[in-house]
């Protein structure tokens, strides 16, 4: 008698700064129709008409408050394996953080923000977030890049139109949350602070080549702190990777790599789909292949 086969581990999307979980439809659309249960929540505040009041809760909400609302969220899934989790930007940052938190059964970073312990500030990051350092009270207020340092560091792959269109979807963001991340060296609270040693999961992290606002040479940096971690710099791709022309390439590496550890079995057709997309790798020696 043939057993039924083992029920798939579902995967949990976490979106980065200033976006929404509809942001990473370009990423959850090919997980989707290649057969996984994808969800992709959007934190607390975050939407583009958020009034007064709520930019005000928002400009103090915490990494911490972000966390919770994750940990809440996966505590809602089906009984089953445990999640895949990938998470963007800050997204990768909560990403780490959940996983040393309950069982997850694989980590995808795609440019990740990072742990307390690492110089994020960069020349391309730092005009990229200028707009946020200039505000007296940043940490406590909320964030919104203007049009042009969007077009610098989040939207410069992408085409005129299509940028304009996503600059218009972009949403407000908590000024505490950038602030422990950036500034994590003042925070008493470490919300930013991740203990490898309690992230055990497999772990796939990848940095784009054009990427302006965390460069691959911070992103490599974050995958060393993962003795398990595979790293890949994507060529010719900015921050956000899964939303700019090219950016399928995303969705099928993810896909290879989930195959690679027996979570994902593709169909003939997915495999003649998927492949040819694939770039070269860029591994990075010393790290796990």
Same mark, same amino acid.
Request: proline share 11%.
């Given at each position: 008698m %043939?057993s039924?086969?083992?029920p798939?581990?579902?995967?949990?999307l976490?979106?980065g700064?200033?976006c %929404?979980?509809? /942001?990473?439809?370009?990423?959850? =659309?090919?997980?989707?129709?290649?057969? *996984?249960?994808?969800?992709?929540? /959007?934190?607390?505040?975050?939407?583009?008409d958020?009034?007064?009041?709520?930019?005000?809760?928002?400009g103090?909400t915490?990494?911490?408050?972000?966390?919770d +609302?994750h940990l809440?969220q996966?505590? #809602?899934?089906?009984?089953?394996?445990?999640?895949i989790?990938?998470?963007h &930007?800050?997204?990768?940052?909560l990403a780490q953080?959940?996983?040393?938190?309950v069982p997850? &059964?694989?980590?995808?970073?795609?440019a990740?923000?990072?742990?307390?312990?690492f110089?994020?500030?960069?020349? /391309?990051?730092t005009?990229?977030?200028?707009?946020?350092?200039?505000?007296?009270? +940043?940490?406590?207020? %909320? #964030?919104?890049?203007?049009r042009?340092?969007?077009?610098?560091g989040?939207?410069?792959?992408?085409? !005129?139109? #299509?940028?304009?269109?996503e600059y /218009?979807?972009?949403?407000?963001?908590?000024?505490?949350?950038?602030?422990?991340?950036? *500034?994590?060296f003042w925070? $008493?609270h470490?919300?930013s602070?991740?203990d490898?040693?309690?992230?055990?999961?497999?772990?796939?992290v990848?940095?784009?080549? #054009?990427?302006?606002?965390?460069?691959?040479?911070?992103?490599e !940096?974050?995958a $060393?702190?993962?003795?398990?971690?595979?790293y890949? @710099?994507?060529?010719?791709l900015g921050?956000?990777m *899964?939303?700019?022309?090219g950016?399928?390439?995303v969705?099928? !590496?993810?896909?290879?790599?989930? =195959?690679?550890? &027996?979570?994902?079995?593709?169909?003939?057709?997915?495999?003649? @789909?998927?492949?040819p997309?694939?770039?070269?790798?860029?591994?990075?020696?010393?790290?796990a292949?």
């Amino acid at each position: 008698m %043939t057993s039924a086969p083992s029920p798939r581990a579902p995967i949990y999307l976490m979106h980065g700064m200033w976006c %929404t979980g509809d /942001t990473l439809q370009g990423l959850a =659309e090919p997980l989707r129709a290649a057969g *996984f249960r994808v969800e992709a929540p /959007t934190l607390p505040d975050h939407r583009v008409d958020l009034d007064r009041d709520g930019r005000r809760r928002l400009g103090r909400t915490s990494l911490l408050d972000y966390v919770d +609302f994750h940990l809440e969220q996966l505590a #809602q899934l089906p009984p089953g394996p445990p999640p895949i989790l990938i998470g963007h &930007s800050m997204g990768g940052l909560l990403a780490q953080i959940v996983a040393s938190r309950v069982p997850v &059964s694989a980590v995808g970073l795609l440019a990740p923000a990072a742990p307390a312990g690492f110089n994020l500030i960069q020349p /391309t990051s730092t005009v990229a977030t200028f707009h946020v350092l200039a505000k007296y009270g +940043f940490w406590r207020r %909320t #964030q919104k890049p203007p049009r042009w340092f969007a077009q610098f560091g989040l939207l410069h792959r992408m085409g !005129r139109k #299509q940028a304009r269109e996503e600059y /218009t979807k972009l949403v407000w963001e908590s000024g505490r949350a950038y602030s422990e991340i950036v *500034f994590w060296f003042w925070d $008493r609270h470490r919300a930013s602070s991740v203990d490898p040693r309690h992230v055990m999961a497999p772990m796939l992290v990848l940095s784009a080549e #054009q990427d302006r606002i965390l460069p691959p040479r911070v992103i490599e !940096r974050i995958a $060393r702190f993962y003795p398990q971690a595979i790293y890949e @710099e994507l060529p010719t791709l900015g921050h956000m990777m *899964f939303a700019e022309p090219g950016g399928e390439v995303v969705a099928a !590496r993810v896909l290879q790599w989930l =195959e690679s550890l &027996s979570l994902y079995e593709p169909s003939p057709r997915d495999e003649l @789909e998927l492949q040819p997309q694939l770039a070269p790798p860029h591994p990075v020696p010393g790290l796990a292949a």
